[in-house]
T-cell receptor, first 117, second 111 residues
């Protein structure tokens, strides 16, 4: 149990376009979902925390107008990279914690590789 | 959240135990120690977590020192598939479950 999926697994887009990445909890309801970014040979960097039905909270230095997060249901969160540029090329990973379990661990998706040309 | 320090890389022979250390000297009483691993180009995989007692599951054992300032993840019989980056994370119980990843340890399991 506790499976998280992401779609797409990889995407290539042109500079200036917007890209939407979906994160779904397949077999549980997620109170909170998280979005991370990982550049090559670096660790994961937390971008934002997303709670169902409320606005996402962003980590310091992350532009909320550029990385739009929507958590419309207890099983789905989306990250939209607006007006993408080559420097936004990265590996984006989401994770989720199960509803009602405050001490629960995070379950991670497989990641989405974004390449902006 | 407490900062963690891990060696950047370690080697281990296949079939032998891999012992991965983590220093978290500023950990506070309500902070858990979590271990994840990330195989290249995949999402992190949960391994184990603990508060103050040693823990064991089907993947690994977690040894936490009595003062809780450090811990060791033990993979009892490492295989080539255990080659990955291992992350030690300290998380406060009620900090919205946020994780802040450190740089991790690249474990190289060699035949």
């Amino acid at each position: 149990g506790a499976v998280v999926s992401q779609h797409p697994s990889w995407v290539i887009c042109k500079s200036g376009t917007s890209v939407k990445i979906e994160c779904r909890s397949l077999d549980f309801q997620a109170t909170t979902m998280f979005w991370y970014r990982q550049f090559p040979k670096q660790s994961l960097m937390l971008m934002a925390t997303s709670n169902e039905g409320s606005k996402a909270t962003y980590e310091q230095g992350v532009e909320k107008d550029k990385f739009l997060i929507n958590h419309a249901s207890l099983t789905l969160s989306t990250l939209t990279v607006t007006s993408a540029h080559p420097e936004d090329s990265s590996f984006y990973i989401c994770s989720a914690t199960r509803r009602g379990r405050t001490t629960d661990t995070q379950y991670f998706g497989p990641g989405t590789r974004l390449t902006v040309l | 959240d407490a900062k963690t320090t891990q060696p950047p890389s370690m080697d281990c022979a296949e079939g032998r135990a891999a012992n991965l250390p983590c220093n978290h000297s500023t950990i506070s009483g309500n902070e858990y120690v979590y271990w994840y691993r990330q195989i290249h180009s995949q999402g992190p995989q949960y391994i184990i977590h603990g508060l103050k007692n040693n823990e064991t599951n089907e993947m690994a054992s977690l040894i936490i020192t009595e003062d809780r300032k450090s811990s060791t993840l033990i993979l009892p019989h490492a295989t080539l598939r255990d080659t990955a980056v291992y992350y030690c994370i300290v998380r406060a119980l009620y900090n919205f479950n946020k994780f802040y990843f450190g740089s991790g340890t690249k474990l190289n399991v060699k035949p």
